[in-house]
Nanobody, 119 residues
Framework: QVQLGESGGGLVQAGGSLRLSCVAS????????MGWFRQAPGKEREFVAA????????YYADSGKGRFTISRDYAKNTMYLQMNSLKPEDTAVYYC????????????WGQGAQVTVSS
């Protein structure tokens, strides 16, 4: 099992920045990749960014390219999402997720962190 816990959400004005953190514990040695997803009220959950845990390769949804940066501290089993130039449409609950080696998809999810961007 893997446990994930997010922190760093909050309220920020448009144009501001926030950094989300996700700490993983448990069977982290078999982490294949980790990602950030978000869900706005009345909308489906959508992909934001992901990082391959060992290699560090990253990829982003178009919505965050140039504004969001995903990174990880391998030794601390912690993933980050630095969000700059935030827009009101970035308002959502942000979830971190883990995809473990040998499993087909993201099977482990955090509890979510609320990000609210005011105009």
């Amino acid at each position: 099992q893997v446990q994930l816990g997010e922190s760093g959400g909050g309220l920020v004005q448009a144009g501001g920045s926030l950094r989300l953190s996700c700490v993983a514990s448990g069977r982290t040695f078999s982490t294949y990749r980790m990602g950030w997803f978000r869900q706005a009220p009345g909308k489906e959950r959508e992909f934001v960014a992901a990082i391959y845990w060992n290699a560090g390769n990253t990829y982003y949804a178009d919505s965050g390219k140039g504004r969001f940066t995903i990174s990880r501290d391998y030794a601390k089993n912690t993933m980050y999402l630095q969000m700059n130039s935030l827009k009101p449409e970035d308002t959502a609950v942000y979830y971190c997720a883990a995809h473990m080696t040998g499993e087909g998809t993201y099977n482990y999810w955090g509890q979510g962190a609320q990000v609210t961007v005011s105009s």
